[in-house]
């Protein structure tokens, strides 16, 4: 990573506020495509910083203008998880189809999907509260590229569903009253905006990517933004038909 990516990178997540210990949905980065043509393959995964999370995302074309992917979200915290520590373990996983149109510099889609994941917050006392979400999201976006620089930019609107949860109600006044709000709201629409830029170094990409819901979540206790540097590579897969004109 050069010096001012790196240099922009750590300045703000340093001047970036953390997520509360507790949260009842964090955003993952939005998975933006950069493919050009059919077997087109990326996979990346990244580190987030508000959540301390694990990325895993991946993206292919098996036919022209059309590609599926898949997301992994992980911010997975044993300790929580046992109740050794007070915070939030949250995972989730999701799928995704959509078309794009892509030019030399340039591509533009359209992606809907859905997912699938848990939040277990451990409060204070040892007091819980585990909620089993559902996502549907549907996702404009645009990436470009060059030589040596890349830029994307997207909008999510995912539906929140909460489908079952397993809460102590003895747990703080206030984080009872945040899920209790959720369940006045469920299912929950939230726009998410995201944005990314890096470097390239032949098929590998080096990247800062941001996102943010976009609205006042607090009634919920939602963790609004997450900063997270991602790591990318492109291969092309050769099938049956390609001519050496589809080549990069």
Same mark, same amino acid.
């Given at each position: 990573m050069n010096k001012a990516l790196g240099l922009a990178f750590f300045l703000l997540v340093g001047g970036m506020p953390l997520s509360s210990q507790n949260f009842n949905y964090a955003p993952n980065t939005l998975n933006i495509p950069m493919i050009r043509k059919r077997g087109d393959l990326v996979l990346g995964v990244g580190w987030?910083?508000?959540?301390?999370?694990?990325?895993?995302?991946?993206?292919?074309?098996?036919?022209?203008?059309?590609? @599926?992917?898949?997301?992994?979200?992980?911010?997975r915290k044993g300790d929580v998880r046992r109740q050794q520590k007070e915070g939030t373990d949250y995972y989730l996983g999701e799928l995704g189809i959509g078309v794009y149109e892509s030019n030399k510099h340039t591509t533009i889609s359209l992606m809907a999907g859905l997912g699938a994941g848990r939040i277990f917050s451990n409060y204070s006392l040892n007091n819980s509260a585990?909620?089993?979400?559902?996502?549907?999201?549907?996702?404009?976006? @645009?990436?470009?590229?060059?030589?040596?620089?890349?830029?994307?930019?997207?909008?999510?609107?995912?539906?929140?569903?909460?489908?079952?949860?397993? @809460?102590?109600?003895?747990?703080?006044?206030?984080?009872?009253?945040?899920?209790?709000?959720?369940?006045?709201?469920?299912?929950i629409v939230v726009p998410e905006l995201g944005v990314q830029a890096g470097i390239i170094y032949e098929r590998m990409y080096l990247g800062?990517?941001?996102?943010?819901?976009?609205?006042?979540?607090?009634?919920?206790?939602?963790?609004?933004?997450?900063?997270?540097?991602?790591?990318?590579?492109?291969f092309h897969i050769r099938r049956k038909g390609d001519t050496k004109a589809q080549g990069r």
């Open positions: 987030g910083h508000a959540t301390s999370s694990l990325e895993v995302q991946s993206v292919y074309s098996p036919f022209k203008r059309v590609m @599926i992917a898949a997301n992994y979200f992980g911010a585990e909620l089993n979400l559902q996502r549907w999201f549907v996702q404009p976006g @645009i990436a470009y590229r060059s030589e040596f620089f890349q830029a994307a930019a997207g909008l999510r609107f995912s539906r929140l569903n909460y489908s079952q949860g397993n @809460i102590s109600f003895s747990i703080n006044p206030n984080d009872l009253a945040y899920i209790r709000n959720i369940e006045a709201k469920n299912p800062l990517a941001i996102s943010s819901i976009v609205l006042n979540t607090s009634l919920w206790d939602f963790s609004r933004l997450n900063a997270a540097l991602v790591l990318n590579t492109t």
